[in-house]
């Protein structure tokens, strides 16, 4: 299964389709064509999509290689007390995240973003978590972002501080009791990831 974010709606590639409510189901078949218009024109009177194939995988490649892809980088990223690190940027709690320069690796990309987002340094990479999407439009043009993110590790005694040229106005390590209720008022693409982590389980907060 693969979510991608349009504004405030969803669309869920999936083999099955869900029992969820306030749910549009639209099943493809070889006859039924699959295009961003057809999707742009279904998701925007619901909440969410569930795009139903028993090739998924096929489904999903082919709606990505119809835009435009831009690859970001980004980081779940615990301290020596396993605090997690959080922005705040454009009134919103987030994650340090950022987009890939030509020909750098991914994990490069992301521990770089996190750096300077943050100002930490020395960051390891414990895992990759997950790849989250949405679509966005840039002067008029529809684009898919793809980031990806890593579960990593900030060495020693840190105290971060924001990027303000980026619009972040915090950069703070976060307390397990306060990530609930930061993480519900965010986008839900932070929520996957976190979701993705495992540590909070099937928290309710995590749920779309």
Known sequence: MYRVYVENQVIVFTPEASTLENTTRWEVTPENELTLTKLLQKVQFTKRLEVISTQTERVFEEFCQSLPLIEAGG???????GQVLMIFRNGRWDLPKGKREKDEPIRQCA???????CSVDHL?????LTNTYHVYQ????????????FLMHCPGDQHPSPQTIEGITQATWVNDTEVPEKVAGTY?????VFASWG???DAAWLKE
């Open 138 to 149: 840039i002067q008029g043009r529809w684009v898919l972002k793809r980031t990806h993110w």
């Open 188 to 192: 839900r693409t932070i929520r996957d």
């Open 75 to 81: 980081g779940l990223v615990l301290n020596e007390a």
């Open 124 to 128: 390891t990479i414990d895992r990759p």
């Open 111 to 117: 521990v770089r973003e996190v750096g300077e987002e």
């Open 199 to 201: 540590r909070y389980g």
